[in-house]
């Protein structure tokens, strides 16, 4: 896959998040791009050079700084998304040429929260999703009919994704269901097997 | 390790579990599998704002809106059964599945 057809997906990995991240791979699959997601191959190797290496791979990047906050009361704030944000605006203001074509895409749970955690960033336009996947789906939709990453007649509304999202999630459920897969391993399904199968329905 | 086996209708060829031995891989024969799951005749339900919605596979359109998940629940089934074939997948909110009836 080409430059041009990447998109670096920064997010949360965990449970509550599951739901939004695959109709957020759902979507690009869907758009003909590749999502690219940080998982370390070997715990020999560094997770941030990974990340380091998918920006430097990835013209369009999605970055969701919707879990900056403490998992529980008492806990800090997680800080590794605005973090892998910097670094990718960073290679857009400061790169060669090519860095310079990237474009971010910028989610947040609710409206203007991020003026309070990370306020350097005011001014630009984020997009909020209310934890739901399909105003998620909304959201990236848009993002793809503005950014010129491909003709607007061809971006798909948002209902013709979200029931093509919905079909193929039964696709993949029943078709896992029938290889042998229990019901907690599918729930459990890792984001990168989830991708695997997803592609074989579209 | 138990296996989980769905009323599954539809689907053509391989029906013995091909899960790889060494953990959850999704494996060529997974996906092949999955490729060949034949989804003509299932309905789907699903809720849309403060409603349910019932829909054909392949179809955009809604075929009918219910206000109640069980009368929706209960027309699907009653068109599976007319029809003699397929299956009801009910969805949640976050658009995942929740049953396959």
């Given amino acids: 896959m080409s430059f041009s057809t990447n998109i670096f997906i920064n997010c949360p990995f965990d449970k509550e998040y ?4 695959k109709s957020l791979v759902f979507t690009i699959i869907y758009l003909g791009f590749e999502p690219k997601l940080s998982t370390t191959a070997s715990s020999g190797h560094q997770r941030i050079d990974e990340i380091m290496n998918l920006i430097n791979t990835c013209k369009f990047s999605i970055h969701d700084i919707s879990r900056c906050e403490p998992l529980k009361t008492g806990d800090l ?22 860095m310079r074509s990237k474009r971010c895409l910028i989610l947040e749970k609710v409206k203007n929260r991020y003026d309070i955690v990370i306020s350097d960033i005011s001014g630009q336009d984020i997009k909020e999703h209310n934890n739901k996947p399909k105003k998620l789906v909304e959201k990236v939709l848009d993002w793809f009919t503005a950014n010129g990453a491909i003709p607007i007649n061809n971006v798909p509304s948002l209902s013709t994704t979200w029931t093509k999202f919905q079909d193929c999630n039964a696709k993949v459920e029943v078709g896992l269901a029938t290889s042998g897969f229990t019901a907690s391993e599918i729930k459990n399904l890792s984001i990168q097997q989830y991708i695997a199968s997803l592609k074989s329905t579209i | ?76 089934k009653r068109i599976i059964n007319i029809a003699n074939a397929g299956q009801v997948i009910i969805y949640n909110s976050q658009g995942e599945i929740s049953k396959v009836i």
């Fill in chain 1, 77 to 98: 704030p997680r800080f590794n998304m605005p973090y892998e944000m910097g670094l990718d605006i960073g290679c857009f203001k400061f790169g060669n040429a090519q």
């Fill in chain 2, 1 to 76: 390790m138990s296996v989980i086996r769905r009323k599954v209708s539809g689907v053509k060829g391989n029906s013995t579990p091909v899960k790889s031995v060494d953990g959850n891989r999704v494996s060529a024969a997974v996906v092949r599998i999955i490729k060949n799951v034949d989804t003509q005749n299932w309905i789907y339900v699903s809720p849309k704002q403060n409603t349910w919605t019932i829909r054909k596979d392949g179809a955009h359109r809604v075929m009918r809106t219910y206000k109640v998940k069980s009368s929706a629940v209960s027309a699907a």
């Fill in chain 1, 18 to 21: 599951k739901p939004l991240l």
